[in-house]
């Protein structure tokens, strides 16, 4: 059997590959020329809103925040919980205390509420109302029990 001998290119001079990526540097720059279009309508600012925070029945222990719009549920009711102390059955709405304002999945923005914002020097209002169930000694304290 005869002995066959593949030439290959001498190290450091592959003019076939060479070619190959010439081609495909020239083929994106073409390709770029022509597919270009500017993305329209992207703000590079963050959307701010100024929360104004009310308790039912209680107007002395409102309160107004600046958050951004994209601030889950959950960071709001820490806020809430940091400002009361020990609470349970915390329920927040927005625009007005009914069942159907409520926001009660804490995985959501306020964006995702439908909620729309501006800069942060002319944040829109929005209006959070709240109730809870201040928690008792009567009520378990797993820290208490252990």
Sequence with gaps: MKKVRRKTPKRGNNTTKGTQQDKKVQDVGKRDQNSFSPVIGIKNEEEWVQIDM??????????????????????????????????AHLTICKESFSEKNEMNNEMRTLKEYGITGGSKEDAPILKIYYDYCALTQKDSDPILLS
């Design 54 to 87: 009310n308790l039912i029945n209680w107007k002395f222990v409102n309160f107004s925040e600046v958050v951004r719009l994209e601030t889950y549920i959950f960071t709001i009711k820490d806020m809430l919980i940091k400002r009361h102390g020990r609470i």
